[in-house]
């Protein structure tokens, strides 16, 4: 352990450690200085350090790249003075949530770093989305963080039958996922949620009027993010939080509220699909053929888990509909996946034809 202790003593409340210590000492010998990024905008970024929060610039770190830039959650080696400072690299991160970009290329952009829990907020204003869950889970999982998911303005649904069987429909689309019902504005549930996120860092995710600034505020225990009310006719809100700010929870732990994610693209996440439908993956190893489609081809256990009421059609359609999305992704960059997928179509396009031809032949 090469850092002083009054940087521990500092940095220890943002998940300072002896092993971020340890990474970090090649930086200390150059006399630069450790800090955890909490919010990053235009090029700049807050940094809290052993003497407090300061303000640096990101141009040191590969800046077109957006898997590369300085993000929320970073631990980064900073200049130790200067005007202005600058962050001048950032250390190895341990996870990092990452969607894929709006543009046409295929690119991912990193949303939080170093996450150990990603907390999926979901409105119980509105009709359950479980396709945008599973979108959500898929992601949390790649990341390598421990997902959980929090159905928010639970006091909507006075009902406890009701809101029983809404849990229920959420733990089938998230095998393996506490579920949690939590009214922020009453503080109900919120205990749970507060042990959960008592340690190591959380990112607060979820689509705009999903009550994440209201959650945020409740386990802060201080009304440190602006509050919007959603529209009546559809529970949507607009964008409160606007950057991505990392807040130190007085129970313990960090949390890194992010702005309403209305684009939720996958990234070169396929293992986190698998663990999203875990059931799927399980039922397809019982398949009759290795590369089954689970469509139309005998002996496959995955079709006939649906057609006996075991597995819901609409998992499967997901599932299709994430994997066939994370493919195409992935496809943009790699020759090899670009020569599958293409191989693919054409025997599918063979396969429809001759299934078209025999049909003709049988009218004839």
């Not at 979901?122 to 992601?139: I, K, M």
């Not at 496959?300 to 075991?310: K, P, Y």
């Amino acid at each position: 352990m090469t850092s002083t202790s009054a940087e521990f003593s500092a940095l220890a409340p943002y998940g300072w450690d002896d092993s971020w210590a340890e990474a970090f000492a090649p930086f200390e010998a150059d006399g630069l200085l450790p800090g955890r990024v909490v919010r990053v905008d235009r090029g700049q970024c807050d940094v809290v350090t052993a003497d407090g929060t300061v303000r640096a610039d990101t141009e040191f770190v590969v800046p077109r790249d957006p898997m590369k830039v300085v993000c929320t959650g970073d631990w980064v080696a900073l200049d130790p003075g200067g005007d202005p400072r600058y962050v001048r690299a950032y250390l190895p991160r341990r996870t990092a949530f990452v969607r894929s970009t709006s543009s046409k290329r295929s690119e991912g952009q990193i949303l939080a770093a170093n996450v150990d829990h990603a907390v999926v907020a979901v409105s119980l204003a509105v009709e359950l989305d479980l396709g945008r869950v599973e979108r959500f889970l898929a992601l949390a999982w790649e990341s390598g963080a421990q997902p959980v998911v929090v159905l928010t303005k639970a006091d909507l649904v006075p009902d406890p039958l009701t809101l029983a069987h809404l849990v229920q429909d959420v733990e089938t689309s998230a095998p393996g996922v506490p579920v949690l019902t939590v009214s922020a504005l009453h503080g109900d549930g919120l205990d749970v949620l507060v042990a959960l996120v008592g340690s190591g860092t959380s990112v607060l995710l979820g689509q705009s009027g999903a009550g994440k600034s209201t959650l945020a505020n409740a386990l802060v225990g201080a009304d440190v993010m602006d509050v919007q009310a959603a529209r009546d006719v559809d529970g949507k809100g607009r964008h409160t939080t606007t950057t991505r700010n990392l807040l130190a929870l007085p129970s313990g732990g960090v949390l890194i509220d992010t702005p309403g994610l209305r684009g939720v693209g996958l990234f070169d996440a396929g293992t986190g699909v698998g663990q999203v439908f875990t059931e799927i993956e399980e039922l397809a190893e019982r398949c009759r053929f290795q590369d089954c489609a689970h469509e139309s081809e005998p002996g496959c256990a995955v079709r006939s888990a649906v057609d006996n009421g075991e597995l819901p059609q609409r998992r499967l359609e997901s599932y299709r509909k994430l994997l066939r999305e994370n493919q195409w992704i992935v496809a943009k960059t790699d020759a090899r996946v670009r020569a599958e997928l293409r191989r693919e179509w054409r025997r599918k396009g063979a396969e429809g034809k001759a299934a078209m031809e025999a049909k003709r032949g049988r009218w004839a």
